[in-house]
């Protein structure tokens, strides 16, 4: 109560932020007023002579305290700029469209410039002109010389933006460039070298994973920096499609497309089987509903078994077929709905969970909508192996190596036979059930317009929250391969990962970073915990004028959509416009198939039909104009009411189902009611719509019960209101603590990320690189010497010999055993405090400094074979490839353990700091591997095959000659110290070979099951 006394007498904290910015707006208008007297030549002056003192400054502190000095006068002169176009009506082609400019910036337009300067969200209703408030605070902060990114969520809009708003920046003697889909490198490059650039988050990102993860030359990186960037709807970009990473794929080594296609009748049959199986459940749910029920009303003795038998058989079509239209049908009657979900708790009362795995037994495969999962039972396993009870059971490895190895009557010959054939088996079983799983998922999880459509021949993912296309987006783990193989389309290779990086750590890398959108903020908490972005709520220019009806809450689907029709040909007989939201492409076509048969001329905006969205857009606002839409409802073109609307009441939405997040149909609420136009918005939502029947409140159908509503009859009220988004709510925040669990564990591998590209930019960046080749040797050399001796004086416990091994097999130098010892005997001096070397003995840093030099030595002779320039350039190759092979192997490790890592939480330790724990051990791993991997290819590679073979000659005369007796030689030639050296090399290969642990089983894949039959898969268990 106090709260809201304080609010009303000084008003909240944003409006308290409001009255503080309407003296600078008021400051920006009078300098504005007083530019009207230069000429355009002058305005260009001003921006060149600025923009030549701010690209000056380096210091971040003194840069920012200059721009918020000159902000008042920037401003002015951009807003003296649109005065300019619209008093000379000036022409802008716009995606091949003439545009008159008529727009000049509001007070509260300044406002919201304002708070994208400082580094906040600017929350601005649809129709304020977000687009236009963008301008300001990108002129000013592309003064620097530092590029500014505007960030758009589709190609159109970004080619639209940056040829409509470059007409103020051209004006003023700026550069714009634009970042589409399939440019090529050099093209991107002069985009990005312009002042502003426009794109798309997708395609910054992915430049930025190519600049650091894969180009393997300076002037193929095309991105300049991090700077400042301008989000446009900021909500989409850093929360719904936060969700999914960026990742750059290639073909992955091991596929099993096959598979998919020769398990998909048996699939399709049992998928047929569970949907005749649940239609036997629901009749004999019915027979007893009738014995529970019968017509003289009398309870019959037996009532309680009856119940919850009925309720089990209910329950069991909830697993098996969740979306069955006859157990809707049944579950309209909320005394059926209590009976399942009592026998649901009851089930779930036993924690050894018995009889709940009994009921799932009764099923073929058993759904679970929320996790997003489906299992096969052992009736279902037994449905597609008849004739083999082992066909789903994979072979205990251990123990049949085990019996292979004992076994008195094979010889080493059948021993290998045994074990080749036992791995085949493995390798079959595990890529079938594998193959099997996904095609389930695809069947039963995954539908065609809803998660994804097909056109031209493929599978195309689309969005779940704006209803776009994501062409190139793939599901992994072969999800993408079994939907291709249920829809008959080709089925493209499996890819693996190269490189990737989520959303929310691109976009925190820029050193400033804004954004604007209809709906920010009930989502505030997430974007100031995640990005520290503060949001500013934006007032309108005029007041809003939009009518929101109450909800409409119906008990089915059925009932809901008919209603929608009603009011449909209701408001159109009225002449006003109607945009009618829906949650899917399905949900589109249905209502355009009611509206047809009704003979009402209609457009549909969905997935299908992305490219005519502008187009069908600015019709929605015409005189009777019908327009079905899906999520995407055209964000960023606004819908401009035709001739006469305004006084018939203008554009009406209608939602004909609530979305999991609030800001989703506040955006489609938004649609109507721009600039102060009339409008009114009304949702229909019934008791089986997803959100409802996954997330909603047990309230509400009590409610419904209580009241006895019939047939078609709905249900009113504000408080049912408040019980719907209380519902959002909880899968708002549950949604939000995913993104913020992921992000916490993808911080882990950030800053890994971070350390590589680094490395590979230092790499990429140097005139040349030999100085960090053999300072990479170097540290090799000493961590091996560390690794193979000791720091006292005793050499017997040294172990001369794998270190002697391991030099002959990375380095041409042919060391013995002998020369090593000798050199440590000999070793007098300790290393130099501070170096390398600290932290060696004598002896040890005499052999390493040896080794070290012998290394030099030999690697000058290589050099001196070589092309100059090529060698550079190979130098960098040797480098880059290692860094890059060991990398994507590395994702992959990080990758099983990120899955893997949730089972440390049974033994009561928190999986984030396991995992931080263990990712740190990997990360040191592969740094190691990195140099090794580099110094073993340093002198396997050469620019040309004729220097190699010069390079190979000359080794036993001036390398190998002394050492080649050692192993028995007198090397007094040159062909016999060649064929000592060889003679080095191979015994050295068969002790190391001997050292290292062999492979005695079959290799197994991540995604396969784990050989100790526990059922999951190998990285999620014995492979974490």
Not at 292 to 314: K, S
Request: charged share 30%; net charge negative.
């Amino acid at each position: 109560m106090i709260g809201f006394l304080v609010k009303k007498l000084i008003g909240s904290k944003n409006d308290r932020e409001i009255r503080r910015l309407r003296p600078l707006v008021a400051r920006i208008n009078e300098i504005e007023a007083g530019l009207s007297s230069l000429s355009d030549d002058d305005l260009r002056r001003k921006t060149a002579e600025w923009k030549a003192r701010l690209s000056q400054i380096r210091d971040n502190a003194e840069l920012a305290a200059a721009l918020d000095e000159l902000l008042p006068e920037a401003y002015a002169v951009v807003k003296n700029v649109c005065r300019r176009l619209t008093e000379r009506r000036a022409e802008v082609v716009v995606r091949g469209h003439t545009i008159v400019w008529d727009m000049i910036p509001f007070d509260v337009q300044i406002i919201g410039a304002i708070a994208l300067h400082q580094g906040k969200i600017a929350e601005m209703a649809t129709g304020e002109g977000k687009t236009l408030v963008a301008t300001m605070p990108v002129y000013l902060n592309a003064l620097t010389g530092r590029g500014v990114h505007v960030v758009t969520v589709n190609d159109y809009l970004a080619q639209r933006d940056s040829e409509w708003m470059g007409a103020i920046y051209k004006f003023l003697g700026l550069t714009v460039g634009c970042i589409v889909h399939d440019q090529p490198p050099a093209v991107r490059r002069e985009q990005y070298a312009c002042d502003i650039t426009y794109g798309t988050n997708a395609e910054f990102g992915f430049d930025y994973l190519r600049d650091n993860g894969m180009a393997l030359r300076k002037e193929d990186q095309v991105q300049r920096g991090h700077y400042f960037a301008i989000i446009d709807e900021v909500d989409s970009i850093l929360i719904d499609e936060a969700r999914t990473p960026l990742i750059i794929s290639g073909p992955a080594v091991r596929t099993f497309d096959d598979q998919y296609l020769r398990w998909k009748p048996a699939v399709e049959s049992l998928v047929r089987a569970q949907q005749r199986l649940c239609e036997q459940f629901l009749e004999q749910a019915r027979k007893l509903i009738q014995q529970l029920r019968p017509a003289d009303g009398r309870r019959p003795e037996n009532a309680e078994e009856l119940e919850m038998e009925i309720g089990l058989l209910l329950y069991r079509v909830k697993m098996g077929q969740p979306k069955s239209e006859g157990l809707l049908r049944l579950l309209e009657d909320p005394e059926n709905l209590r009976l399942m979900n009592r026998a649901e708790l009851e089930l779930h009362k036993d924690q050894k969970k018995a009889e709940l795995f009994r009921q799932k037994e009764e099923l073929y495969f058993a759904i679970d909508e929320k996790s997003h999962d489906a299992d096969l039972t052992e009736k279902g396993r037994m449905f597609l192996s008849p004739n083999d009870p082992d066909a789903f059971m994979l072979p205990d490895i251990t123990l049949a190596l085990h019996e292979i190895e004992s076994d008195p009557n094979l010889d080493a010959r059948g021993r290998l036979e045994a074990k080749t054939r036992l791995q085949q088996e493995f390798e079959a079983k595990a890529q079938k059930i594998h193959a099997i799983s996904q095609l389930l998922k695809a069947y039963c999880l995954y539908e065609r317009d809803v998660e994804y459509v097909v056109q031209d021949g493929k599978v195309i993912i689309v969005d779940e929250h704006t209803g776009r296309l994501m062409p190139g987006r793939r599901w992994s783990d072969g999800l993408h391969q079994a939907v291709e193989a249920k829809e008959g389309v080709t089925i493209e290779r499996e890819t693996q990962t190269l490189a990737t990086i989520t959303i929310q750590n691109y976009f925190r890398m820029y050193q400033k970073l804004a954004g604007m959108t209809g709906t920010a903020e009930t989502e505030a908490q997430e974007f100031w915990d995640i990005y520290k972005l503060g949001v500013l709520v934006v007032p309108t220019n005029k007041p809003v004028r939009r009518i929101d009806y109450n909800d409409s809450v119906y008990k089915t689907k059925r009932e809901k959509f008919a209603a929608v029709l009603r009011e449909i040909k209701e408001i159109h007989a009225q002449g006003r416009p109607i945009l009618v939201g829906t949650i899917s492409v399905e949900v589109s076509e249905m209502l355009s198939r009611m509206l047809r048969k009704e003979g009402l001329v209609h457009s549909v905006l969905n997935a299908k039909y992305h490219q005519q969205e502008a187009e069908i857009i600015a019709r929605a606002g015409q005189r009777g104009a019908i327009t079905i839409a899906t999520n995407m409802a055209g964000r960023g073109t606004d819908i401009k009411l035709g001739p006469g609307v305004a006084e018939l009441g203008g554009l009406h939405v209608i939602g004909t189902e609530r979305h999991e997040a609030r800001r989703i149909d506040r955006q489609l609420r938004g649609r109507c009611a721009r600039q102060g136009d009339p409008g009114s918005s009304h949702f229909f939502i019934s008791l089986e719509d997803d959100l409802m029947r996954l997330f909603g409140s047990d309230r509400i159908v009590k409610y419904m019960e209580r009241m006895g509503l019939e047939e078609g009859q709905e249900l009113q009220h504000p408080l049912l209101n408040r019980s719907i988004e209380q519902a959002q709510k909880r899968v708002e925040q549950h949604n939000f603590q995913i993104r913020k669990r992921t992000l916490e564990y993808d911080d882990v591998m950030n800053r890994q990320r971070e350390v590589i590209y680094g490395f590979r930019n230092e790499i990429l960046r140097a005139d040349n690189v030999r100085d960090r080749l053999l300072e990479i040797i170097e540290e090799v050399v000493v961590q091996k010497v560390q690794q193979f001796t000791t720091d006292d004086e005793e050499f017997d416990r040294w172990n001369v010999r794998g270190l002697a091994d391991w030099v002959n097999l990375t380095f041409p130098l042919g060391l013995t055993e002998a020369q090593v010892l000798e050199v440590a005997r000999k070793g007098g001096d300790l290393p130099p405090r501070d170096s390398l070397y600290d932290g060696l003995s004598a002896a040890q840093y005499a052999v390493a400094r040896w080794i070290v030099e012998g290394v030099r030595r030999a690697y000058e002779l290589k050099v001196s074979f070589e092309d100059p320039e090529q060698l550079k350039v190979l130098e960098r190759y040797t480098i880059l490839s290692a860094v890059d092979r060991l990398w994507q192997e590395h994702l992959y490790e990080m990758d099983s353990l990120r899955y893997s890592i949730g089972l440390r939480g049974y033994g009561q330790r928190d999986p984030l700091i396991e995992y931080k724990a263990e990712a740190y051990k990997l990360f040191e791993d592969l740094m190691t591997n990195i140099k090794s991997e580099i110094c073993h290819n340093i002198f396997r590679s050469a620019t040309s095959l004729l220097a190699f073979e010069s390079f190979l000659q000359s080794i036993p005369k001036q390398l190998l000659h002394q050492s080649a007796s050692a192993f028995g030689g007198q090397g007094a030639s040159d062909s016999a110290g060649g064929s000592k050296a060889e003679e080095v090399v191979r015994e050295a290969a068969a002790a190391v070979e001997k050292s290292q642990p062999v492979r005695v089983g079959p290799k197994v894949g991540r995604n396969d099951p784990c050989p100790c039959g526990s059922g999951r898969k190998y990285k999620h268990c014995h492979g974490r």
